[in-house]
C-alpha cells in the first residue's frame, strides 16, 4: 500500500496528479488527512481524503510514503508525528520514500539525503541536508524519489509507479493522459 499524506496547505496538482497516475496504474493508494479527513489545499481546494491520520498504523502494509508539497503544507507534514512515524519505519524497512516540491526538506531535515541525489522546488535545494542537489524533474537515488514541483507531479507519480509495476505498464499509462 502507498501511503499519500495531505496536510491543509498542500499543493494540490502534486497530490492529486500522483495519487491518479498510481491509481491508474492499479496500485493501492491511501490517501491520509493529518488532523481530518478534509484537508484544504494552498490555492483553497477542498480534498476528502481516504482516511484520517488517527486511523492509521507505520506497519508492514507500508510500501511507500509520498509527501506532495506545498506551503505550508509541508511544515505541517514535517510537524506531524504520524508522518515521522511513517518515515522512520519506511526507513527501517526499506520502504520507498516521495517527496516533492517543498516535501523534500523534511527528508533533508533528517539527514536522509545525505550523500543522496536530490531534486525540489529551488528556493528549497538548501535544505536538503548534505544532499547533491541535481536539478532534475526527478531524482531517484535508492528507496528515495524527489520531484521538483506541480509541473513535475505526473512524472513524478509515474516514476513512482513504475517501481510497483514496471516501466512499460507506467509509461502505457502515462501515455494515455496525453502528457506534452
Not at 484520517?52 to 507534514?77: C, H, R, W, Y
Amino acid at each position: 500500500m502507498i501511503y499519500v499524506f495531505i496536510a491543509d496547505g498542500f499543493e494540490e496538482v502534486e497530490a492529486i496528479a500522483t495519487v491518479d497516475m498510481l491509481r491508474r496504474c492499479g496500485i493501492d493508494t491511501i490517501t491520509v488527512g493529518i488532523g481530518s479527513q478534509m484537508v484544504i489545499g494552498s490555492h483553497n481546494m477542498g480534498l476528502v481524503c481516504d482516511v484520517e491520520d488517527k486511523f492509521v498504523q507505520a506497519n508492514n502494509s507500508i510500501d511507500a510514503v509520498v509527501l506532495p508539497g506545498g506551503m505550508p503544507g509541508t511544515t505541517n507534514l514535517e510537524n506531524s508525528e504520524k508522518v515521522q512515524s511513517f518515515i522512520d519505519f519506511a526507513v527501517e524497512n526499506d520502504r520507498y520514500i516521495c517527496a516533492i516540491c517543498a516535501a523534500p526538506s523534511i527528508l533533508g531535515h533528517k539527514g536522509l539525503l545525505d550523500g543522496k541525489k536530490a531534486t525540489s522546488f529551488p528556493s528549497f535545494s538548501n535544505q536538503l541536508g548534505k544532499a547533491e542537489y541535481t536539478d532534475e524533474l526527478v531524482t531517484i537515488d535508492g528507496k528515495i524519489i524527489t520531484a521538483k514541483g506541480a509541473g513535475a507531479a505526473w512524472l513524478f507519480g509515474k516514476t513512482i509507479a513504475q517501481e510497483f509495476v514496471g516501466k512499460e505498464k507506467a509509461e502505457e499509462v502515462y501515455d494515455s493522459i496525453q502528457h506534452e
